[in-house]
């Protein structure tokens, strides 16, 4: 832990972050910090760009933006690099896409298409419903590993970098648990040079970044930097890391809801939420092996929000089911259809219908900002390890192997705001009130 008011190091000189996949969520996210940039648009959904903290008691009116309050990089200082198995520039990427008008990827064409993919590390077992040409090869995943390395390191050099960090935003891969190929660092990279099936493509790029020493954020519900030998690594080389799962659409709502319902003991019978969306993620997810997944991610969140053995009366047995269904003509435009069968005084039963008509990258993008921009700072604070502070972006969010995690929006927020208090050497905002009324 921290104390109290830590020496930050300087966000002095170039950022780089490194996006591994340069689809939907990509490509918008480095159009829009290119368009913000340019003054054409607002950093909308930033919490680092926007969002305030309030510092001392209210009446002190302290409540500077965060970007303002925290030594964070600033955006002209950011450089991107991506590594895809397609060989589309951002550029083309993003046309494909489909997520932004064609006047507004058109206007950022150049500094998109000079954005151009490296060659990745891919396995077909791992994501069987899309396949690409631009896939590195070796003799074992070891070798793949340092490929990455030397990606990572040739760079830095070449963009002028002084930091980077690297962000998981490729597609959900299959189902997996931890095995004992993951339960320390020896085992893992024995199991990289004997090609362990059990490790996945991106536990190699969360090997190369740790290895590199830089900070890996997991943006998908794959099993990757949360095994043992990897939580490890990161603790070793001092390195930030979190996840997964952003936290986008659907998900969004239940821990916006579900926090509602158990603060005013509203009980619950049953959840049904599906999904239907059209894009490269819907089409990956149309694969058992890779829903399974993602259903893992979703379904965990009202369990921990409502405390079923803590609440039985209220929240005991409660149907939760989670569908998701390819529909290629809704594109990137996913539509969540939520009913919530919910009881109250006297049992008396009610319903809530939800219909979130969103577009997930739109969402997705500004979380790839706060992420990179906070575990860049956390990097420079001297934070390493697991960062459960970063929780509010993740549906699944990280934590150390004895805790559960906390889903519920709004702690996950207060938790978030009082580590940058607890950096800046602040006092931490409790909410108690009552020194007002003394």
């Known amino acids: 832990m921290v104390e109290k008011g830590v020496d930050i190091a300087p966000a002095n000189g170039k950022l780089g972050i490194l996006l591994v996949g340069l689809g939907a969520v990509s490509t918008t996210f480095v159009a ?33 933006k965060i970007k303002d309050f925290v030594p964070l990089a600033n955006l002209d200082d950011i450089v991107f690099g991506a590594w895809d198995i397609f060989h589309d520039s951002a550029y083309e990427a993003a046309l494909n896409a489909g997520v932004l008008e064609k006047s507004q990827v058109e206007d950022l064409r150049e500094q998109l298409e000079s954005l151009k993919p490296m060659a990745a590390v891919f396995e077909q077992n791992y994501v069987k419903r899309i ?41 959900t891969e299959i189902f997996v648990t931890a095995s004992a190929v993951h339960e320390n660092l020896e085992a893992f990279e024995k199991g990289l040079y004997d090609d362990d099936a059990n490790i996945a493509p991106s536990m ?76 490269r993620d819907g089409e990956v997810l149309d694969d058992p092996e890779n829903f399974k997944t993602k259903e893992e991610s979703k379904l965990s969140v009202l369990e921990h929000i ?37 009881f109250g005084w006297l049992g008396y039963k009610m319903q809530i219908k939800i219909d979130f008509m969103c577009r997930d990258s739109i969402l997705a993008a500004p979380l790839v900002l706060d992420l990179a921009l906070f575990m860049d700072l956390a990097q420079r604070a001297g934070m390493k390890g697991v960062q459960e502070w970063l929780s509010f972006y993740f549906k699944a969010p990280q934590t150390a192997p004895e805790l559960y995690p906390e889903h519920d929006l709004f702690i996950q927020l207060m938790k978030l705001k009082n580590t940058l208090r607890h950096l800046q050497g602040e006092d931490l905002i409790t909410h108690l009130g009552l020194e007002y009324y003394d």
């Open 204 to 279: 190699i790029y969360a090997y190369a970044a740790l290895k590199s020493k830089i900070p890996f954020a997991n943006g998908a519900p794959n099993l990757s930097c949360d095994i043992p030998a990897l939580t490890r690594l990161a603790e070793d080389n001092n390195v930030p890391i979190c996840g997964k799962d952003f936290k986008t659409g659907q998900t969004l709502m239940k821990t916006i809801i579900a926090p509602g319902l158990k603060s005013r003991m509203l009980g619950l019978e049953g959840w049904y939420s599906t999904n239907i969306l059209g894009n």
């Open 306 to 342: 409502l405390q079923p053995d803590v609440y039985p009366e209220l929240y005991k047995d409660f149907a939760h089911v989670v569908r998701i269904n390819y529909y290629p003509p809704r594109g990137d435009n996913k539509e969540g259809w939520d009913s919530i069968d919910i």
């Open 32 to 64: 829009g910090v290119e368009a913000i940039r340019k003054g054409t648009s607002n950093p909308i959904g930033s919490l680092t760009q926007m969002g305030t903290i309030r510092l001392g008691k209210r009446t002190e009116n302290r409540c500077p």
């Open 131 to 171: 396949t690409g040409e631009n896939v590195k090869t070796g003799k074992n995943k070891m070798e793949l590993a340092e490929q990455l390395i030397a990606d990572i390191a040739r760079f830095k050099e070449e963009k002028g970098c002084d930091r980077l960090v690297m962000v998981w935003a490729a597609s």
